[in-house]
Structures are given as C-alpha cells and as structure tokens.
C-alpha cells in the first residue's frame, strides 16, 4: 500500500472514533442524571468533535480531490467509515456510557501519548492537544467507576454488566492492518501491542479500584478496519448527514 | 424618604441602592419572590437545553455542532449558577426540581414551542436568547446580590449565544431557495412567541408592584419589550427577513415601533400547559431525572461510605 493511502486510512480512522464516540456522548444532552454531568458530558462530546474535524481535516488532504472534514463527515456512507465499533453501539444507561468511556479513554491517553513522538508533525500537534483531553475523559470515567462500583449495589451490577459486555468490543482497538505496520516503521503509528500492554494494566487497576475483577478472555468482535460495522452506525449516520444530504447545494 | 425615617435595614439598603446579601435580614415575601424568579429562571434554562438539544445530532456542520454544543452546555451552566443563587434563599435543589415536576414552579413559555427545522436554531439563538438578554441586562441590577452577579456571568455568555443565532439566519438568507424559505418561516413561528416572553402589559402583570418596590425588577414589561423590538427589526431587514406584524411601523414621537396586537389568549393557553410542547418538556425532564435516580443514589452512597472511612 502507498504511504499515502495508509495514512489516508490511519486518519480516518482517527478521525471517526472521535466523531462517531462524539456524537453518542451529545445524545445525553438534557439527559445526564445530574445537570452537573450533562455539562460534563456535552463537554466531552464537544473535546470529540473538535478532535474529529482536526484529524478529518487532515485526512481531507490525502484524497486526490481534496476533501473537507464537513464532506468526511457528512457524505461518507458506513462501509466508509473506520471508528471502531465500540464507539458507535447505542448510548445506553449511564454505567454503560462511563464503561465505554473508560476502555477508550484509556486507550486514547495512551495513543495519543505515543503519537505526540509521531514523525509527523501535524499528528505530532494534534496528538499534544488531545492528550490533556484524554488525560480529563480517562479521570472522569475512572471515579465514576469508583463512584458506581463501590456506591450502591444496584450501580455495582449495572456498571458491571456494562463493562463485562463491552470487554468483547475492547480487543479491536489495538489491530493493525499492513499500512499501520508501514507507518510504524517510518515512525508515523505507534505500536499498538506496545499500547495493548499499557493499557490492559491501566484499565485493571480501575477494575480493582472500583471493585470488580477484569473479564477474562473471550469472543471479540472486529471489522471495523474493513468498514464492516454493526446495524447501529447506519442509523446514526441517517440522522448526523440528513440535512447535508437533503440539501446537497447549500452551505451551512 | 430620607434614609434615617426608613424602618428597616432591609429598606435602607433597598433604597440605598446596596445588594441585599444572603445573611442579611429579608421580608419573608421578598425572599418567596425570589425564589419564585430565579427558580423560574433556572427551570428555563434546563428546559431550554431540550428544544436546542433536539438538533444536536443533525446539526449540518462540525463547526455548527460544536457551537450547538457549547451554547447548550453554557445554558446547563447558567442553571447550575440560578440553583446555586435560590439555594442561598435557604431552598435546595432537589426541592426545587420537584416543585417544577408538581407543576408548582414554572419555566419561561418560549420553551413549549418545538423546533421544527435548524432555522429554529438560528430563531432562538437570535430571537429568543435576544429578548432574554434584554430582561437579564436590566437585572443585573436587581436588589439581591447572588442574584445580580449570576446576571454578570450570563450575560457575557448570551450575547454569543445571540450572534451564533443571528450568523445562522444570515447565513441562510444568503443560502439556497429552501433555506431562506426555512429561515422565514423560523422567524415567523418565532417572532410572536418571543414578544411574549417580557409577559403580559404593564397594567395586567400581576407581580410587578412589590418587585418594583424591591428593586428586584428594574424595567417593566412593556419597557423591555419596546427595547427588544427596536433593536430586532433593523437586524432582520439587514438579512433580508420580514416581521410577520402588517402593523409594525416606525414612531417617530417615540423614537421606537409601534407592533400590532400579541394574542393573549395564545400566550394564556400555553401558560395553562396548552402548548405544543408543554406535556413532551416535562415528561422528559422527569423521566431522565428518574433515570438518574440510581447513578445520584450512588455517588450518595460513595460519599457516605468515603466519609465513613475517613
């Protein structure tokens, strides 16, 4: 694969994570449990978009028609999109919310630690802004671990079942198709089994913290590096590109 | 008066112009209107964030989004720092929710009105966040010191809130056939409802006197009203929308506009809980509270149990 096509890809898929998990996180708008998390949550989904539309802006230019991140976001179809599939399953309760929050926010710190080195200085850039929010959405999910693990047993069980069914989602994370593993040689990517083993200790420490213990092995899904995502994706699409595509002339 | 015959240091201060602070001595009555006006003023708040967040997900743009986002997210502030401001009246939060779930405490009318296309956003932005800013300008002068300074804070946001709505009209005036059309037909729905909110007219407002006497309301109704009014239509002739009022006409004696009449009879229905929205904002606000319940219960609980080991 050519450089550029691989990191056309890498892009968007960065890029998709931070729209797709941002665009669920707005969904709590006048909905959190307390006004105080419903900034918060806004807030994190708003630290999403922002990140979003850097990195699809910069995924804009690897097309041979340049494109913006407004047409990345708003004009792909699902086999065209690349977040992983964690990011879009269904908003749920809140524990399912802070479960999924903590896998990636976890993840991301650790990610955009590593691409802060990335020999490529726009991601370089990009990368030294996302890890101060990381670094926030990955505290902000692990005490409300805390929080619920530890609080009542009716937020214990729920909490726990988010986190057991969300583990099959955690694995899919750290693949690396043959143009990430080109990028990390020209010290682009990070390694992601390097990530994998952070990150495993980093979320099992909540775990114990919070009173659980961490889900052993089992099935995982995957496909997302495929454009292959759940039914979930092309019913959040529908509602983010409808005025877009409604409306194909106008500007916004 | 002069200052020494006034009874009171509660009226010495009113008449002094000096904010009544928390800890100072305060008529019960004085204190039960407050907390009726900011409550009011923050249930609006919260409740506002529904309307706005019903176009969250379909905002057409990033930047629009984020924008979207951010107003939204500062409206939650502004109710946090009006709960914050009725509790130093000596009432909580919760009690306060459950005032508004009973149906005891009210929330400005504008919010029972639906937003049916993104021009809505653009409308309340501009129309709706317009007219609040005119009421909340005139209150940061108002008698009760939390009170007042809340205003300070929430003003500075509001003026963006009101020129992101005014760049989204603009922007589709200058935009396809369909948007203008869309844009239109926003200010249309919107406009009346937005004269509205400075409520009834003067010589029918059934509060006015004692929060006059107070210092707690600076400007009356129809006052505020006039003052929205002229400075709206110019922005709407610059975009090229037109007033939905055949009367709207320039007063030269009074240097304002004259409007033509508001129907009370709608604003009464709505009020009544008649509106389009009234049953759907409420239901929503107490079922997303009962969904919280269990996440509040635990961060309760945590906290019990971390004091407990300290």
Known sequence: ?252 | MKLAELESPFERKIEAEEKIEPRDTMPEAYRLHLIRQISQHAHSEVIGMQPEGNWVTRAPSLRAKQILLAKIQDEGGHGLYLYSAAETLGISREELILQLHEGKAKYSNIFNYPTLTWADIGAIGWLVDGAAIVNQVALQRTSYGPYSRAMFRICKEESFHQRQGYEIMATMMKGTAEQKEMAQDAMNRWWWPSLMMFGPHDSDSPHSGDAFKWKIKRKSNDELRQKFIDKTVQQAYVIGLTIPDPLLKWNEDKQGYDHGPINWQEFKQVIAGNGPCNKQRMEHHKYWHEEGRWVREAAEAYKQRISTLN
């Open chain 1, 1 to 252: 694969m050519e450089k550029n096509e691989a990191l056309k890809k890498f892009l968007l898929r960065l890029g998709d994570n931070a729209l797709i998990q941002g665009h669920r996180l707005s969904e709590w708008c006048s909905r959190g449990p307390m006004l105080e998390e419903d900034i918060a949550l806004s807030n994190l989904a708003l630290d999403n978009i922002g990140r979003a539309q850097a990195f699809l802006d910069y995924a804009g230019h690897f097309y041979s028609n340049p494109q913006s991140a407004d047409d990345l976001a708003f004009k792909r179809s699902e086999r065209q999109y690349y977040n992983f599939l964690m990011a879009e399953l269904p908003v749920g309760h809140f524990g399912y919310t802070i479960a999924k929050q903590l896998y990636i926010s976890a993840y991301e710190e650790l990610l955009f630690e590593a691409l802060t080195q990335s020999t490529d200085d726009t991601i370089a850039a990009i990368a030294h802004k996302a890890v101060k929010e990381a670094r926030y959405h990955f505290s902000h999910a692990a005490d409300w671990c805390v929080r619920l693990g530890l609080g009542t047993a009716e937020s214990h069980d729920k909490l726990g079942s988010a986190m057991s069914d969300l583990w099959a989602y955690t694995q899919e994370f750290f693949e690396m198709t043959d143009g990430d593993l080109q990028l990390l040689q020209l010290g682009i990517a990070p390694d992601q089994n390097q990530i994998k083993k952070v990150w495993t200790d980093k979320v099992n420490k909540v775990f114990m913290r919070a009173g659980y213990v961490m889900p052993g092995e089992c099935h995982q899904y995957s496909g997302s590096q495929q454009g292959v995502h759940t039914e979930y994706l092309g019913h959040l699409l529908c509602e983010m590109q409808y005025l877009q595509r409604s409306h194909p002339q106008a500007a916004w």
